[in-house]
């Protein structure tokens, strides 16, 4: 196996101060998540028990997607409701009944938390619970929180998967040990992680979630567990409540991530150096082949990274250690400093971390670096490229494929796109004047 990189954590971000900031805020809620997950977990439905600002988010953000049956809705809490004149709880009965009956294809429904459904109060979990009695076995109801009360919108899926550990089945304590990847994949990143374990033949590999319901991943003390996102931390911890042991690794982006987050798999089943490098040698090559285009791009450029997801961190590391960006300030909505070990021995020590969000503070901060490129949410975008700056939006990585060694010029191309626009109508204006 090729040996691990070397880190001098003199060098790096490990015990570097963090600015922490609880002010406002400017992200979406956590019912972003469905227009990701519903692609997902093929026989699920989400059923939003909120506003008609709910229904309108989830499908402005799905827009683009027409499904002949689509698999999420919103049941509206109107003025009677809020009134407390109608009974919420029999006109979401209704709902799922009428719901359910039309559609047999359904076997996993889960409600889904909201603003408005927790200011009334609408106790979600015991209307899974009272549901689930009348529709059991045929369809598991579940219930989280996607509410922009509780929530920011990657924290939905967090909330989603939770819910669904209660449900894994146990696994025999004589089980071999298996492996679980945690967290959304698109399918064709999936397939091609599965083709890596089989080649460097590890077996009993399981994803979760899973692409139908009904084939869910056994659990237990023989489960090691590598983490797919970065915000996955209720999840883990309802994981390691059922006897699973997460495997420490960067995450799964870029080149050195990939291979970084392959061998802490790789070691724990003894897979050989040798066959380690035969497996992803080719894939290594021929993802930093890709790069390549992108390095004169980017190289130098300053990049700063607003709060929306915890993928900033991850994506700084790759884009300063693979596409010499230079860091100014990566925000993070929060800092689980488990899960970013890795990655913040290999971030750069230079690296300003920020926690949480006082927006106009930070867009002070923003204006003052002056970077080349922002990545931030659509509501501070526009504003931002009316003041001169390049952006890029966040929401974009967290839908696009952007995992592992094929998708890493794919990654690259993201930040390098809006950079080269920018020259573009910089240039057209000069040819104008
Ligand atoms: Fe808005 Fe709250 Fe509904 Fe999200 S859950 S769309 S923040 S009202």
Redesign the pocket.
């Known amino acids: 196996m090729n040996a691990a990189i070397p880190i001098k954590l003199d060098d790096s971000c490990i015990d570097s101060p963090v600015l922490r900031e609880r002010g406002q805020r400017e992200v979406?809620?956590?019912?972003t998540g469905i227009i990701w997950m519903h692609r997902k977990i093929q026989d699920a439905f989400f059923l939003?028990v909120?506003?008609r600002?709910?229904a309108?988010?989830i499908q402005s953000a799905a827009g683009v997607m027409i499904f002949a049956e689509p698999r999420f809705a919103t049941a509206i809490i109107d003025e009677r409701d809020l009134a407390g004149i109608a009974d919420a709880n029999e006109e979401l009965d209704r709902v799922v009944r009428r719901l359910l009956e039309r559609r047999p294809d359904i076997k996993m429904l889960f409600l889904v938390g909201?603003?408005?459904s927790e200011v009334i109060k609408l106790d979600l979990s015991r209307a899974a619970a009272r549901l689930s009695k009348e529709f059991l076995p045929n369809v598991r109801i579940l219930n989280y929180s996607?509410?922009?009360?509780e929530t920011t919108f990657t924290q939905g899926e967090d909330a989603c998967l939770a819910s669904m550990v209660p449900l894994l089945p146990p696994m025999e304590a004589t089980a071999p040990t298996s492996l679980m990847i945690v967290g959304c994949l698109p399918d064709v990143v999936e397939d091609q992680f599965a083709r890596h374990f089989k080649a460097m033949g590890i077996e009993n590999v399981q994803f979760f979630p899973p692409r139908n319901s009904r084939a869910l991943p056994s659990i237990g003390p023989n489960t090691r567990y590598l983490l797919a996102q970065p915000f996955l931390t209720d999840t883990a911890r309802a994981l390691e409540s059922r006897g699973a042991t997460h495997l420490p690794a960067p995450f799964p982006f870029g080149v050195e991530g990939t291979t970084e987050w392959l061998r802490a798999a790789a070691e724990v089943f003894g897979v050989s150096s040798e066959v380690f490098d035969s497996v992803t040698t080719p894939s290594r090559e021929r993802a930093q082949r890709a790069l390549e285009r992108h390095r004169t791009q980017l190289q130098g450029k300053r990049i700063f990274f607003f709060p929306d997801s915890p993928l900033e961190i991850p994506l700084a590391r790759f884009l300063s250690r693979e596409l010499g960006m230079q860091l100014t300030e990566v925000g993070t909505p929060y800092l689980h400093r488990d899960h970013m070990k890795r990655e913040l021995m290999l971030l750069p020590k230079t690296t300003q971390l920020s926690e949480g969000q006082d927006v106009e503070k930070q867009l002070d901060r923003c204006r003052a670096a002056t970077p080349d490129i922002v990545v931030c949410g659509l509501g501070l975008a526009n504003p931002l490229e009316a003041e001169g700056f390049t952006t890029k939006w966040a929401i974009e990585l967290v839908f696009s494929p952007i995992h592992g060694y094929e998708q890493s010029a794919d990654l690259a191309e993201l930040f390098a796109r809006p950079l080269v626009r920018r020259q573009k109508i910089a240039a057209e204006e000069l040819a104008c004047n």
């Open positions: 979406f809620c956590g019912l939003v909120g506003s600002t709910c309108h988010l909201s603003c408005p996607g509410s922009g009360i």
